[in-house]
């Protein structure tokens, strides 16, 4: 399984955006790179995913290095309700997600 | 569509008890999975299945039993309840095919929280 690198925890603004970054840089080639998050006291949820393009969907976008040893989830508005612990997660046809311990985010408002 | 429901919500069990936690989907997802979280921790992988009949081990399955005798339910079993089982649980689905579509979404229970004396 690839290895992923996230900062323990970052901190936004309400309304200002947010860059989370993820290196996994042992990524094979088949891997897509999925997001999950997973609010207080909440089972996770999806955020989105992709394999080489860039991706937009209605809660995110996901931004992929040319490499793809890395990515970047881009929150565009951030508010309190995205504060949460966020999940770079490289996926196989193997369906398994393996979790790391992610990135906190910190909304103030 | 009522999702990925599991019951009970919380737990407390003596050493050495058994008991079963309950997972079901209404969604027709062919992919089931039991992760559990202990505190300040990611998710770990204790069983998996990917249709009836078939199920297999992930990354911690000692002390843990699975079956799956319906697309709908993915019970997990604690066959001898320790102290270390102490943990939030949760259960997931998702469809199985077109790798890398959008329905590769994997859906998660609201967890239940066990913790053993």
């Known amino acids: 399984d690839a290895k992923t690198t996230q900062p323990n925890s970052m901190e936004s603004n309400e309304e200002e955006p947010v860059h989370l970054p993820c290196n996994h840089s042992t990524i094979s080639g088949t891997d897509y790179i999925h997001w999950y998050r997973q609010l207080p006291s909440q089972g996770p949820e999806y955020v989105i995913h992709g394999l080489t393009s860039n991706v937009n969907n209605r809660m995110a976008s996901l931004a992929i290095a040319e490499d793809r040893k890395s990515s970047t989830l881009i929150l565009h508005r951030a508010t309190l309700r995205d504060a949460a612990v966020y999940y770079c997660?490289?996926?196989?046809?193997?369906?398994?997600?393996?979790f790391g311990k992610g990135t906190l985010l910190t909304v103030n408002p | 569509n009522a999702g990925v429901t599991q019951t009970p919500k919380f737990q407390v069990l003596k050493t050495g008890q058994s008991m079963t936690l309950q997972c079901a989907q209404d969604?027709?997802?062919?992919?089931m999975s039991w992760y559990r979280q202990d505190p300040g921790m990611g998710l770990r992988l204790i069983h998996y299945s990917v249709g009836a009949g078939i199920t297999d081990q992930g990354e911690v399955p000692n002390g843990y039993n699975v079956s799956r005798s319906t697309t709908e339910d993915f019970p997990l079993r604690l066959l001898s309840a320790a102290p270390s089982q102490t943990s939030v649980y949760f259960c997931?689905?998702?469809?199985?095919?077109?790798?890398?579509?959008?329905?590769?979404?994997?859906?998660f229970g609201p967890g239940t929280r066990l913790t053993v004396l």
């Open positions: 969604m027709n997802h062919e992919y």
């Open positions: 997931a689905s998702s469809y199985r095919c077109f790798f890398g579509s959008s329905y590769n979404e994997q859906f």
């Open positions: 997660i490289p996926l196989g046809s193997n369906y398994k997600l393996t």
